[in-house]
């Protein structure tokens, strides 16, 4: 490996794996026990401009799916979380925090709705597949949970439509934001739907059948040879700008949905039943005491953020940052920061404690980050 990285079964490659190597990879992180990469020989600026002006592939294959099919489908998948499902229809996707019995985030998935007995969570970096076998046999419900063979395939930037278009039809331009349709490849009928990590614009495509991944990466890679493609991963920078989470960075089960503003994704009033509602509905009523929060940071590019960095105000720490990088448009380190009530309005100051005793001056932000200009 590139990276130095050993791997093995409990490491698991992807289909698209020995295309990323090919295309020089150099360093992966492990997602769901499954490789993600994450550089290649662009820096993570210039990356950021390739991402924002053309169009990449991104292997997140790390994106495992939990699929829940049969009967009690439905009902699973809506006791795993606080967002009201009664209206999704197939062939939508949902954003769908999943809370314990506490309210704590014990992932922050995309849910796709396959038909009305058939869901797959579309899970961030921890271990929903035991969770929903747990649940499932604890209710005693009549349903499959398993990880199916299925790969996601992420088609990132402004040129993304023109390349799925000219692989799978023009028909993919008229899929609505978080949603999908089915399209015909190799014999499958893979989904493709309107989403991924990045505020460029894209796709994801969930191949069904881990021997065609190399097949699906080369026809798109040859396609969008006019389209000046590249071999990309999600981009830190610009995913900071764009106030997108990362589960593990800016939140685990120490968090709530409320604390990181997913109040917009958790039913309150009462009539659906989920776990974990009666201490969400505790914690809505006496307000989160900490929110998340974006923050620019004067001085010279900041290092990894590799843990929290306190955040003080006078003598007292009232928040901690918790994803930060140099941002080339605001020509300022942004962060993502969790910070406490009486300090998270947009435009307090704050200063910032950075590895090795330095401190840097910050001023808090609204999210996703306003243009610079």
């Known amino acids: 490996m590139p990276s130095g990285l050993v791997t093995s079964r409990r490491n698991r490659r992807t289909p698209y794996t020995d295309r990323v190597e090919a295309l020089g990879v150099s360093g992966f992180s492990i997602v769901n026990h499954t490789l993600l990469p994450k550089s290649f020989a662009r820096s993570v600026e210039a990356d950021y401009w390739h991402l924002k002006e053309h169009v990449q592939l991104w292997d997140v294959g790390c994106q495992r799916q939990v699929e829940l099919r049969g009967p009690d489908a ?26 314990d019995n506490s309210a704590g985030l014990l992932n922050d998935p995309v849910l796709l709705k396959r038909a009305p007995d058939w869901f797959w969570f579309s899970i961030a970096d921890s271990d929903v597949l035991l ?29 993304a439509e023109d390349l799925v278009a000219s692989v799978f039809g023009d028909e993919v331009r008229s899929v609505r934001y978080f949603s999908f349709m089915e399209c015909g490849f190799h014999g499958r009928q893979l989904v493709v739907a309107r989403s991924g990590y990045s505020k460029q614009g894209g796709f994801e495509i969930y191949l069904d059948d881990s021997a065609l991944g190399s097949t699906l990466w080369d026809t798109l890679w040859e396609a969008g040879a006019d389209l000046q493609v590249a071999p990309g991963c999600p981009n830190l920078i610009e995913r900071i700008e764009a106030g997108l989470l990362s589960y593990g960075n800016e939140m685990t089960r120490e968090n709530n949905p409320l604390e990181i503003n997913l109040d917009r994704f958790c039913h309150l009033q009462g009539e659906i039943d989920y776990i974990g509602r009666p201490a969400l509905e505790a914690i809505a009523a006496q307000g989160p005491s900490q929110r998340m929060r974006g923050l620019l940071i004067d001085g010279d590019p900041c290092p ?10 006078g003598d007292t720490q009232v928040g901690q940052v918790t ?35 330095l401190k840097s001056d910050g001023v808090v932000a609204s999210l996703p980050f306003e243009n610079p200009g």
């Not at 439905?74 to 769908?96: E, F, N, S, V």
């Not at 990894?304 to 105000?313: D, E, S, V």
Request: hydrophobic share 45%; charged share 15%.
């Open 74 to 99: 439905a009902r699973l998948a809506q006791k795993m979380t606080p967002r009201d499902l009664r209206a999704m229809t197939a062939g939508q996707c949902y954003y769908t925090p999943i809370i």
């Open 323 to 357: 994803s930060a990088i140099w941002s080339p448009a605001f020509r300022k380190n942004v962060g993502l920061s969790l910070i406490r009530k009486d300090h998270w309005n947009p435009g307090t100051p704050v200063t910032v404690a950075l590895p090795g005793g």
């Open 304 to 313: 990894t953020c590799g843990k929290p960095w306190p955040i003080i105000a």
């Open 131 to 159: 969770w929903a076998k747990a649940l499932a046999l604890g209710m005693n419900l009549d349903l499959q949970v398993s990880e199916p063979d299925v790969w996601p395939l992420a088609v990132q930037g402004p040129r």
